[in-house]
C-alpha cells in the first residue's frame, strides 16, 4: 500500500510543469483571456497576439472560427462597416441582463469576427475602428470582448490571484470592455498612443487601474 502511495505521487510534477511551460511558452498563454479589474497580462506582445490566437481557439472554438486572419488580408484595404447590423439597437442596451448573463441576441457582433459587444458600446467601437483604420490601414485587432459568466470563471480560476477578475464583476461581463492586440498591447506603441489621445471622443477608455495595478494597455472600456 505505501509503496502504491509513493507510486502515485509524483504524478502532479508533471503535471504542473505542463501547466507552466504552457503559461511561459506563449509569454503567457493566459493572458487573452484577462479579467477586467484586475486582469491577466503578458509581457512579450507578439508572442501575447499568438498566443491569445491558440488559446480562445482552444476554448471557444465554436465561436471563433478560423476566419480572422482571413477576413485581414482579404480587406485590407476596404473601410471597414462603420455601423453595425440593423438589428443592434443601442437604445435597448440598459443593463438588464446581470454581468456575464446576456443572451447572444442581445450582444451585437464586431467587424472582428467572434467578438460581441453590448449595442451601445458596439456602435461605438465601429466608429473606433473606423477612425483606427484610417490612421493604421488596418482594422483593430480584438482579442477579447463580452465574456460570460462562466467563461470568467474558468479564466478567474486558472489566473493567479489578482490577474483575472472575480466572475460578476468583468467589465467583459457587461459587454463593454475589449482587450485589444496589434500592438496596442504594448503601452508605448503607436497604436496605444493614438487610442489614447482618440478613443474618448468615441466613449471609449482606457480605465486608470490598467495603468499600474495590473498592468493592461490592451484593457479598455466603453463609457458612453
Ligand atoms: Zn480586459
Do not use: T
Not at 501575447?48 to 482579404?74: L, T
Not at 485590407?76 to 454581468?99: L, Q, R, T
Not at 469576427?113 to 456602435?123: I, P, V
Not at 508605448?188 to 487610442?195: I, M, T
Amino acid at each position: 500500500m505505501i509503496g502504491r502511495h509513493r507510486k502515485k505521487r509524483p504524478e502532479p510534477a508533471p503535471v504542473l510543469s505542463v501547466v507552466l511551460a504552457s503559461a511561459f511558452a506563449g509569454a503567457v498563454a493566459l493572458a487573452p483571456l484577462d479579467g477586467g479589474s484586475g486582469e491577466a497580462g503578458g509581457p512579450s506582445e507578439p508572442a501575447r497576439a499568438v498566443a491569445g490566437h491558440s488559446v480562445q481557439k482552444s476554448d471557444q472554438p465554436s465561436e471563433r472560427p478560423s476566419g480572422r486572419a482571413e477576413q485581414r488580408s482579404a480587406r485590407p484595404a476596404n473601410d471597414p462597416p462603420s455601423e453595425p447590423p440593423a438589428e443592434c439597437d443601442p437604445s435597448d442596451a440598459g443593463s438588464k441582463h446581470p454581468n456575464g448573463r446576456i443572451p447572444q441576441d442581445d450582444l451585437c457582433p464586431l467587424p472582428q469576427r467572434g467578438e460581441s459587444l453590448r449595442a451601445d458600446a458596439a456602435a461605438a467601437f465601429y466608429k473606433l475602428n473606423v477612425a483606427y483604420h484610417k490612421r493604421f490601414g488596418e482594422q483593430m485587432c480584438v482579442r477579447s470582448s463580452y465574456r460570460s459568466y462562466e467563461k470568467q470563471r474558468q479564466l478567474y480560476q486558472r489566473m493567479p490571484a489578482g490577474m483575472a477578475a472575480r466572475p460578476g464583476n468583468s467589465k467583459h461581463g457587461n459587454g463593454i470592455a475589449v482587450d485589444l492586440c496589434g500592438g496596442v498591447q504594448n503601452g508605448g506603441s503607436p497604436q496605444f498612443k493614438w487610442l489614447e489621445a482618440n478613443s474618448k471622443k468615441y466613449g471609449w477608455i482606457h480605465p486608470a487601474w490598467a495603468y499600474s495595478s495590473p498592468y493592461e494597455p490592451w484593457h479598455w472600456e466603453y463609457r458612453g
